[in-house]
């Protein structure tokens, strides 16, 4: 995984679709963080979770943006990100 020059908060390879990244997500409306594939949209309710098929969701979230490296150093799940200095 290249995780160079990449400003979002990234968790992981999606094991749904195997092509997409997972990165930390925001939902605009009620600030609830949650991981989802870049590609796919699979979504997982935490980063301790979204290496398991089993506990992949789908639409339960409305418009959202990945978290940026700043944002989530003062996040308790900074110790899942992967490219965090």
Not at 24 to 43: A, N
Not at 49 to 60: A, F, G, H, L, Y
Request: glycine letters at 4%.
């Amino acid at each position: 995984m290249n995780t160079k020059d990449i400003d979002y908060a990234l968790v992981g390879d999606c094991p749904i679709c195997g092509q997409g990244r997972q990165f930390i997500t925001k939902e605009r409306h009620t600030d609830e963080y949650y991981v989802m594939c870049e590609d796919c949209e699979s979504e997982w309710v935490s980063p301790v979770e979204c290496d398991s098929i089993n506990k992949v969701r789908r639409e339960n979230h409305g418009p959202s943006d990945f978290v940026t490296l700043t944002s989530i150093n003062l996040h308790s799940w900074k110790e899942h990100v992967k490219n965090l200095n």
